[in-house]
């Protein structure tokens, strides 16, 4: 129903429309009105005509070097070095090659992908999350492992750049030069050499699918997932200038090295090679060979060029894990403590036996978090309620709340 006119009733000076006739009518200044509609319209031609924005140039004189940037990576990973200088070089890289798009008399400096193998605990993710901090491009983990081919139960490929739009704030410019961090990429290696009898809907099919995104090409996304919204409208994102780091256990890959480095048995140079073999750490002898015997399919392993490994982590550097980063165990429970006023100090012994539980347990500096926070839960419930000062964290009280969980692994 139309609203009663007044004698003197306001009307929008853009449409002349009366107040009694519009929705809702804004008062300006003296007698200056504009209606809703005009509004609505008026945003419509801006955001229609506005020129698109471009992301901003990197500046290749602010950027920081591979060796600053494995700096930084060393105040919260304990060793991997060999790691640190493939991600350092590979971003720096990504860095210079951002700063050389849109410059025609530049040469064309292709991006190189990155696979990263190592057992679980040695850090992949850590280090992925850690370098995310140092960046000034959007960054993003995510898991393979719920990736399916399209219709099939899980999520789909284009998900991987969803979560890229969601941490650029859907600005495609910025996400189109962004770094994506993809865990557990071992486990969509093909199911058996034989695809055909069954459906690998979430290993070889998957492969096939990552290749577009790797190699480069414009991807229809859905800015909120496919699944639950499928009316939505696409956002077209380029991958030529997202770099892909991919990591994954592989597990049993060690026999697949040591049986083809131990091919020729037979002759006196042959065993002069075996006893040359670094047996405990048979992962840096890893060639693309040994990635596609164990089910990574050729197309995929030539758009990851840079391979690198993750030593195993022995006694020593468990140990540092524990006590040395910027944010170590044993330094987070003593901030947690402090700020109840208590000052909690570990002995050597205790360090020294959640070390030898993790490696028993075989659980990787990961391992470390689970012991620790078994034998601290009952003092932190305890200790905020009581008047001490300071405390001891003592052998004997560790090893009676391990053995008294009965850690079953």
């Not at 350092?88 to 193998?117: P, Q, T």
């Not at 932190?380 to 300071?390: K, R």
Request: charged residues 25%; proline residues 4%.
């Amino acid at each position: 129903m139309a609203k009663k006119t007044t004698e003197k009733e306001a009307v929008c000076g853009f449409c002349g429309r009366k107040e009694s006739e519009v929705p809702l009518l804004f008062r300006g200044y003296i007698d200056a009105c504009i209606c809703s509609d005009c509004i609505e319209y008026a945003n419509s031609l801006i955001h229609k005509d506005a020129p698109k924005k471009q992301a901003e140039k990197i500046d290749i004189t602010s950027l920081p070097k591979p060796n600053e940037i494995k700096e930084y990576l060393d105040q919260y990973v304990i060793g991997q070095d060999a790691a640190k200088r493939y991600l350092s070089v590979a971003v720096y890289n990504h860095y210079k090659r951002l700063a050389c798009v849109g410059d025609d008399n530049a040469v064309e400096i292709d991006k190189s992908n990155i696979i990263m193998v190592g057992h679980t605990g040695t850090g992949k993710t850590l280090l992925a999350k850690t370098i995310a901090k140092k960046l000034s491009v959007p960054f993003t983990i995510v898991d393979a492992t719920v990736l399916t081919e399209a219709g099939y139960v899980g999520e789909d490929i284009e998900s991987v750049l969803t979560r890229l739009l969601q941490v650029a704030d859907y600005k495609v410019e910025e996400a189109e030069r962004g770094i994506v961090f993809i865990d557990e990429i071992d486990k969509i290696a093909r199911k058996g050499d034989n695809p055909s009898i069954t459906r690998d809907v979430s290993g070889e099919g998957v492969q096939q699918g990552l290749l577009k995104l790797l190699e480069g090409s414009i991807v229809n996304v859905p800015p909120q997932g496919g699944r639950k919204h499928p009316d939505q409208k696409m956002i077209a994102v380029n991958t030529q200038n997202i770099l892909f780091i991919c990591g994954g256990a592989f597990d049993g890959i060690e026999r697949r090295i040591a049986s083809r480095l131990n091919t020729h048995t037979v002759g006196y140079t042959s065993v002069q090679n075996v006893h040359k073999i670094d047996a405990d750490n048979l992962l840096q002898y890893i060639t693309p060979q040994d990635l596609k015997s164990f089910g990574l399919i050729p197309e995929i392993i030539g758009r990851l060029p840079v391979l690198s490994y993750l030593e195993p982590l022995d006694r020593t550097a468990l140990k540092r894990i524990l006590t040395e980063p910027k944010n170590a165990i044993v330094k987070q429970y003593e901030r947690l403590f402090e700020m109840d006023g208590v000052k909690l100090s570990f002995s050597e012994e205790v360090l020294d036996y959640i070390v030898d539980k993790a490696i028993e347990f075989k659980l990787g500096a990961r391992g470390l978090r689970s012991i620790a926070e078994a034998i601290m839960t009952d003092l932190m419930y305890e200790i905020p309620s009581s008047d001490l000062q300071q405390y001891v964290l003592t052998l004997e009280y560790a090893k009676a709340k391990i053995e008294k969980l009965n850690f079953a692994l």
